[in-house]
T-cell receptor, first 115, second 109 residues
Framework: GAGVSQSPRYKVAKRGQDVALRCDPI?????LFWYQQALGQGPEFLTY????????KSGLPSDRFFAERPEGSVSTLKIQRTQQEDSAVYLC?????????????FGSGTRLTVV | GQQVMQIPQYQHVQEGEDFTTYCNSS?????IQWYKQRPGGHPVFLIQ?????EVKKQKRLTFQFGEAKKNSSLHITATQTTDVGTYFC?????????FGTGTSLTVIP
């Protein structure tokens, strides 16, 4: 596609519910990042994929967070047993280049609200 | 830590005034990128600086990379209301890509 597409755009989850957030990167983009952005804060690194390989997941806040990119294109961020502190905008970004030094295009994000 | 610090955190300017945000790192950077995020929007890439002492211009925006590659600045000349938003510098290290703390710019018409 022409840009990075994220779905859903908004998600309201009851505390304890599992959620899955989808990211469709630009076709052919090798690198993919997930970020968490709380209100009024900057994006916080969660995880990095190079093709289907998850090269870094050190930013995932707990073992309730899981990300995958099985075929090196679409990626899914899953949050199990959501908590109120998980409420944030989840941003996906992709880059054509291998490695983390490329120019990143961001999706519009998924705004998750846990009630 | 890995984060780069930006100052100021907030800046209010009258339309037509200049604006500068500074990005400082305790370690040498291989390169630095700048992004703009409008209220309610997502970060949009502005520029990447790679060389020591590099200066790049985009219309009213001037980006600099320090000689020691530990700091960078973004200067906007004669701000307009369309410049409103948060400006982030960002750095990569290994398999991670970090954003600075950001400077939120408000332009008063």
């Amino acid at each position: 596609g022409a840009g990075v597409s994220q779905s859903p755009r908004y998600k309201v989850a009851k505390r304890g519910q599992d959620v899955a957030l989808r990211c469709d990167p630009i076709s052919g983009h090798v690198s993919l990042f997930w970020y968490q952005q709380a209100l009024g804060q900057g994006p916080e690194f969660l995880t990095y994929f190079q093709n289907e390989a998850q090269l870094d997941k050190s930013g995932l806040p707990s073992d309730r967070f899981f990300a995958e990119r099985p075929e090196g294109s679409v990626s899914t961020l899953k949050i199990q047993r959501t908590q109120q502190e998980d409420s944030a905008v989840y941003l996906c970004a992709s880059s054509l280049t291998q490695g983390t030094g490329g120019r990143y295009t961001f999706g519009s994000g998924t705004r998750l609200t846990v009630v | 830590g890995q984060q780069v610090m930006q100052i100021p955190q907030y800046q209010h300017v009258q339309e037509g005034e200049d604006f500068t945000t500074y990005c400082n790192s305790s370690t040498t950077l291989s390169n630095i990128q700048w992004y703009k995020q409008r209220p309610g929007g997502h970060p949009v890439f502005l520029i990447q600086l790679v060389k020591s002492g590099e200066v790049k211009k985009q219309k009213r925006l001037t980006f600099q990379f320090g000689e020691a590659k530990k700091n960078s600045s973004l200067h906007i000349t004669a701000t307009q209301t369309t410049d409103v938003g948060t400006y982030f510098c960002a750095r990569n290290t290994g398999n991670q890509f970090y954003f600075g703390t950001g400077t939120s710019l408000t332009v008063i018409p």
